[in-house]
């Protein structure tokens, strides 16, 4: 029997790589039919989805009914919210319980939930302005809570996040982060959500309760440097800046939370204690290759 695998996010980075892997695996794309939430289904992108057999409706986090509608009949779910979307721990810890309750309701089989480390807790309250981690690792504390059948995917650092910090000057690239060159980065394609999202599916009786982390593999800043110059035949630099410093180049809205997540990097290897292990057992799960760094940069401008 098909079941169905409501997917929110779908025109997003992470739930968009979710409904495409789904719909193209030779094994997933028979076990599901793909509903994809969005807030508006007449975009461009959501219309592109109907061409494909994708059931699309309509759903806003901030509405619980919208979310519960949209969950109905659901055997598996992907949830993700966007904290930058609302700028708000609680606005996004609502949004996310709403998903968790809809999937409570339900009786969703699996719910798969984009989650991160709690920061703040990690860090014995050092690191207090991490609100868009600390935001998502509540709702997976909810959802605990609530006993939905559930596995907590950690997607790593952005890849994608790289090319818009780079300074250009002429031919040459510089990178400056509140990193030291050595300080090891679980680095991520958002392309590769589905891979780890099909994965998990794939291995779902054993993988409930469990936490998968999303990463490629560890680089670190002079490894991301030296693979630029790598691919786009440019001498790149890597200059590590004091704290202090780091924020004063950043928007006023996000230069604690982005300072704080680079220090939670270095300090806390930014899955937490199990972040080693963590990842290396995750990468166990794939059917597919991970995305290299040295690949996403050959796919992307510079």
Same mark, same amino acid.
């Given at each position: 029997?098909?079941?169905?695998?409501?997917?929110f996010?779908?025109?997003?980075?992470?739930?968009?790589?979710?409904?495409?892997?789904?719909?193209?695996?030779?094994?997933?794309?028979?076990?599901?039919k793909?509903?994809?939430?969005?807030?508006?289904?007449?975009?461009?992108?959501?219309?592109?989805?109907?061409?494909?057999?994708?059931?699309?409706?309509?759903?806003?986090?901030?509405?619980?009914?919208?979310?519960?509608?949209?969950?109905?009949?659901?055997?598996?779910?992907?949830?993700?919210?966007d904290?930058?979307?609302?700028v708000?721990?609680?606005?996004?810890?609502?949004?996310?319980?709403?998903?968790?309750?809809?999937?409570?309701? @339900?009786?969703?089989?699996?719910?798969?939930?984009?989650?991160?480390?709690?920061?703040? +807790? /990690? *860090? !014995?309250? %050092?690191?207090?302005?991490?609100?868009?981690?600390?935001?998502?690792?509540?709702?997976?504390?909810?959802?605990?809570?609530?006993?939905?059948?559930?596995?907590?995917?950690?997607?790593?650092a952005?890849m994608?996040?790289?090319?818009?910090?780079?300074?250009?000057?002429?031919?040459?690239?510089?990178?400056?982060?509140?990193?030291?060159?050595?300080?090891?980065?679980?680095?991520?394609?958002?392309?590769?959500?589905?891979?780890?999202?099909?994965?998990?599916?794939l291995?779902?009786?054993?993988?409930?309760?469990?936490?998968?982390?999303? @990463?490629?593999?560890?680089?670190?800043?002079?490894?991301?440097?030296?693979?630029?110059? +790598? /691919? *786009? !035949?440019? %001498?790149?630099?890597?200059?590590?800046?004091?704290?202090?410093?780091?924020?004063?180049?950043?928007?006023?809205?996000?230069?604690?939370?982005?300072?704080?997540?680079l220090?939670?990097?270095?300090?806390?290897?930014?899955?937490?204690?199990?972040?080693?292990?963590?990842?290396?057992?995750?990468?166990?799960?794939?059917?597919?290759?991970?995305?290299?760094?040295?690949?996403?940069?050959?796919?992307?401008?510079?």
């Amino acid at each position: 029997m098909v079941g169905i695998l409501t997917v929110f996010g779908a025109t997003g980075k992470q739930g968009g790589s979710v409904v495409r892997t789904i719909l193209s695996h030779p094994t997933l794309s028979a076990q599901y039919k793909v509903r994809a939430v969005t807030r508006d289904p007449s975009k461009p992108a959501a219309e592109a989805l109907k061409t494909q057999g994708v059931e699309v409706v309509k759903a806003d986090l901030n509405d619980k009914d919208s979310v519960h509608k949209a969950v109905e009949g659901s055997q598996a779910v992907f949830g993700v919210t966007d904290f930058w979307s609302v700028v708000s721990k609680d606005g996004e810890i609502a949004q996310g319980n709403n998903i968790a309750d809809a999937c409570k309701a @339900a009786g969703v089989e699996h719910f798969i939930w984009s989650s991160l480390a709690h920061a703040s +807790k /990690v *860090s !014995g309250g %050092k690191l207090a302005h991490m609100h868009h981690f600390d935001s998502k690792a509540e709702v997976e504390e909810f959802t605990r809570s609530l006993g939905v059948p559930a596995t907590f995917f950690y997607a790593g650092a952005y890849m994608s996040n790289i090319p818009g910090a780079l300074q250009k000057n002429g031919d040459e690239y510089t990178l400056a982060w509140n990193l030291e060159p050595g300080v090891k980065m679980p680095l991520f394609d958002a392309d590769d959500t589905g891979k780890f999202v099909s994965g998990i599916l794939l291995q779902s009786s054993k993988l409930l309760g469990q936490r998968v982390f999303g @990463a490629t593999d560890w680089y670190t800043p002079d490894q991301v440097v030296s693979t630029i110059e +790598k /691919v *786009s !035949g440019k %001498k790149a630099t890597y200059q590590a800046l004091p704290d202090e410093v780091f924020k004063g180049f950043l928007p006023p809205l996000m230069a604690e939370e982005l300072t704080e997540t680079l220090i939670f990097m270095r300090e806390y290897a930014y899955y937490g204690p199990e972040a080693e292990e963590g990842v290396k057992q995750s990468l166990q799960i794939l059917d597919q290759k991970p995305t290299t760094l040295e690949q996403f940069f050959q796919k992307t401008d510079l």
